[in-house]
């Protein structure tokens, strides 16, 4: 009986302490679901001025390009220019079958021969009122649409012959000896190389820097040379996708030595000041969109998107996104995420 009495006062304490457990094990969990505060280095993000070269990146542009095209449909008969090769203006480049239309003319022509014979006559006859003055004013007028209709012939007979608008390099063409071309046909391309443009784009931020008459210098993939081009041309709008402004600069281009399409490195040739924002490289982030740096505000992880004018080996130094004061976290960068609770233990100047 003793037995029993002790075996039933084990099982009742046993009880009791499961029971008062279960609050203790939920207020750990709930503890350890709160997380803890996460303990980062970071600083004092500070403003600095610097003289910079702006470089950018460009393409070589054609200074005039034309597709040629017919401005009639008609058969070619003929082709008067070898692909890749120097034409002048107002060279022939491919001319149309005109029988036709100058065998249109001779018929208009005979036309107008025995109008003007009956015109002279019917003003005699007119002078000896044999006949009205509307007869006369009918033949007066047929003798005139003759005429215009002359005009209209020789303006299409010019439009079979396709000239050079320009002096220039013809490309590669589209179309042999006996096709059947239509106004929508592109028989060749022509391209102006003596001058060449640069068209290339720089920040926003510098737009008010650079002027038209400006000189940049430039070289391209093939040779290291260093070439001189004047800024000629300002697009009148920032680019909204991408915040930058399109510039263009003619260069000569002394016996075509640079082709259109080919890439270019540029340099602004005078320095420009300007103030940036300066981070330690290991705090800049780069992103699928651009690049990110994490900030502390109010004890919380705040991802910004910044915008870099520059770098050097151990600093970024931004043009957006990061004002002077704020702080930036340079370490633990991996781990952290949008609005969790942050403890920046440094903060150096």
Request: net charge positive; charged share 20%; glycine share 8%.
């Amino acid at each position: 009986m003793k037995f029993v009495s002790f075996l039933i006062l084990l099982f009742s304490i046993s009880f009791f302490s499961c029971k008062n457990d279960k609050p203790s094990t939920q207020q750990g969990a709930q503890k350890q679901g709160g997380g803890e505060t996460l303990k980062v280095q970071g600083i004092i993000a500070g403003q600095v001025s610097r003289t910079e070269n702006i470089t950018t990146t460009g393409t070589v542009l054609p200074g005039e390009k034309v597709d040629i095209k017919s401005e009639i449909s008609g058969r070619v008969v003929q082709m008067n220019f070898k692909e890749g090769t120097f034409v002048k203006k107002g060279q022939t480049l491919v001319k149309l079958d005109d029988a036709t239309l100058q065998a249109e003319k001779k018929k208009i022509l005979l036309q107008i021969e025995l109008e003007v014979i009956k015109e002279k006559r019917q003003k005699q006859l007119l002078s000896a009122k044999a006949i009205s003055q509307e007869e006369y004013d009918l033949t007066e007028a047929n003798l005139n649409i003759l005429k215009s209709n002359v005009d209209i012939i020789n303006t299409q007979i010019a439009e079979t012959v396709i000239t050079a608008p320009f002096q220039g390099v013809v490309g590669f063409r589209n179309i042999s000896i006996g096709a059947m071309i239509t106004p929508a046909d592109v028989i060749t391309t022509l391209h102006s190389i003596q001058p060449v443009k640069i068209e290339f784009s720089v920040p926003e931020r510098w737009s008010k820097d650079l002027k038209t008459g400006q000189s940049i210098s430039f070289t391209i993939s093939s040779d290291k040379k260093v070439r001189k081009a004047n800024i000629y041309a300002i697009d009148p709008q920032i680019n909204p996708n991408n915040r930058s402004l399109v510039l263009r600069a003619m260069y000569p281009n002394p016996g075509g030595e640079i082709l259109p399409g080919a890439f270019t490195d540029i340099k602004i040739a005078e320095g420009i000041k300007g103030s940036f924002v300066a981070i330690p490289s290991m705090a800049y982030v780069p992103d699928i969109s651009g690049a990110l740096v994490y900030l502390q505000k109010e004890g919380k992880v705040i991802p910004v998107k910044v915008i870099a004018a520059s770098r050097s080996e151990s600093e970024v130094f931004l043009e957006s996104g990061v004002t002077p004061g704020d702080t930036v976290i340079t370490t633990g960068l991996l781990q952290l995420k949008p609005g969790m609770p942050v403890q920046v233990l440094t903060k150096e100047n």
